[in-house]
């Protein structure tokens, strides 16, 4: 007779709450930082499972909408060289406006106060953005009295360059430190799982801008675009003016700042580890050890003086 061969179940018997014992033994084993990162409890958040975009779609189109105001300033800053250049200004005088796109070439300056100094109960994002959009749309409304006799629109005179580019240089500077505070916003607005979305509604939402402030604009501005394409009879001036044009995007910028401050709230829990910096010195130390490299510092130098020929 053939020996009897018996096979042994190599299946083990699940305990009750052994899965929970060992995810609790890791937990304990694990440093803190790690401890967050592995093993998430299936009853809580189930493993690749991601939160999908449309559970966050509010924020992200409020993303996107406010890297579209902030492609606006950039746009009318592109679009003064070109009305200059119809009044016939020097190119030299062109090239010395080009000093206005600066604050967002060195805005990493005053980027860590931005993001150190804040208000805790009002948020550490929203302390910066609403003032600065406010100021924004102020600025605008004013700047749009203002930009016709800037221009020499009223009396006739050649325009005013070295006061144009005084007033753009601000407006743009303002602009710069709303990037600040969305671009730090736009980090722990969404979830882990859909921050990358912040990078796509930058790019789209400042080309936007962008366009609205310059192409747009210009269009709108060109007395023989509108009455070759949207006139029916002619007209001496465009649809649009640079005025108008600044008194709008102003009222804009403040409807929409007052309701992000009242119905917009910061997720204060989410990433608290990641939301704590050193101090305003250290970072500084940090930052300029940084510029001082050879290839940063080439590099910057390139991005302050790419606009001078233009």
Same mark, same amino acid.
């Given at each position: 007779m053939s020996p009897t061969i018996s096979y042994k179940?190599?299946?083990?018997?699940?305990?009750?709450?052994?899965?929970?014992?060992?995810?609790?033994?890791?937990?304990?084993?694990l440093p803190g930082d790690d401890r967050e990162a592995l093993l998430q409890e299936p009853s809580v958040t189930p493993l690749g499972t991601p939160?999908?975009?449309?559970?966050?779609?509010?924020?992200?189109?409020?993303?996107l909408f406010l890297y579209v105001l902030q492609g606006i300033p950039l746009g009318l800053a592109g679009s003064i060289p070109l009305i200059l250049q119809s009044k016939n200004v020097s190119y030299t005088d062109q090239a010395f406006f080009s000093f206005v796109f600066w604050p967002f070439s060195l805005k990493l300056l005053w980027a860590p106060l931005v993001d150190a100094v804040y208000f805790k109960n009002f948020g550490r994002r929203k302390s910066w953005l609403v003032p600065t959009q406010y100021t924004l749309g102020l600025f605008m409304m004013y700047l749009s009295r203002q930009v016709d006799s800037l221009l020499g629109e009223e009396d006739g005179k050649?325009?005013?360059?070295?006061?144009?580019?005084?007033?753009?240089?601000?407006?743009?500077?303002?602009?710069?430190?709303?990037? %600040?505070?969305?671009?730090?916003?736009? #980090? *722990?607005?969404?979830?882990?799982?859909?921050?990358?979305?912040? =990078? $796509?509604?930058?790019?789209v939402g400042q080309t936007a801008g962008y366009f609205l402030g310059n192409v747009l604009f210009l269009a709108l501005e060109s007395a023989s675009f509108c009455n070759k394409y949207l006139r029916f009879q002619p007209q001496p001036r465009g649809i649009v003016?640079?005025?108008?044009?600044l008194f709008y995007w102003?009222?804009?910028?403040?409807?929409?700042?007052?309701?992000?401050a009242?119905?917009?709230?910061?997720?204060?829990?989410?990433?608290p580890s990641k939301?704590?910096?050193?101090?305003?010195?250290?970072?500084?130390?940090?930052?300029?050890? %940084?510029?001082?490299?050879?290839?940063? #510092? *080439?590099?910057?130098?390139?991005?302050?003086?790419?606009?001078? =020929? $233009?």
């Amino acid at each position: 007779m053939s020996p009897t061969i018996s096979y042994k179940d190599s299946s083990r018997q699940r305990r009750p709450g052994s899965y929970q014992n060992s995810v609790d033994m890791l937990k304990r084993e694990l440093p803190g930082d790690d401890r967050e990162a592995l093993l998430q409890e299936p009853s809580v958040t189930p493993l690749g499972t991601p939160r999908g975009y449309r559970a966050e779609l509010g924020s992200i189109l409020l993303l996107l909408f406010l890297y579209v105001l902030q492609g606006i300033p950039l746009g009318l800053a592109g679009s003064i060289p070109l009305i200059l250049q119809s009044k016939n200004v020097s190119y030299t005088d062109q090239a010395f406006f080009s000093f206005v796109f600066w604050p967002f070439s060195l805005k990493l300056l005053w980027a860590p106060l931005v993001d150190a100094v804040y208000f805790k109960n009002f948020g550490r994002r929203k302390s910066w953005l609403v003032p600065t959009q406010y100021t924004l749309g102020l600025f605008m409304m004013y700047l749009s009295r203002q930009v016709d006799s800037l221009l020499g629109e009223e009396d006739g005179k050649s325009p005013d360059v070295v006061a144009l580019t005084v007033t753009f240089f601000l407006f743009e500077f303002l602009a710069a430190t709303q990037d %600040i505070a969305v671009d730090g916003w736009a #980090l *722990t607005m969404l979830s882990r799982e859909n921050v990358g979305y912040a =990078s $796509t509604c930058n790019s789209v939402g400042q080309t936007a801008g962008y366009f609205l402030g310059n192409v747009l604009f210009l269009a709108l501005e060109s007395a023989s675009f509108c009455n070759k394409y949207l006139r029916f009879q002619p007209q001496p001036r465009g649809i649009v003016t640079l005025s108008d044009f600044l008194f709008y995007w102003g009222a804009v910028f403040l409807i929409t700042t007052t309701l992000v401050a009242l119905l917009k709230k910061e997720d204060r829990e989410r990433h608290p580890s990641k939301e704590e910096t050193k101090g305003i010195m250290d970072t500084y130390k940090l930052l300029f050890s %940084i510029v001082k490299m050879p290839a940063v #510092l *080439t590099f910057c130098a390139l991005i302050l003086t790419a606009k001078v =020929s $233009t």
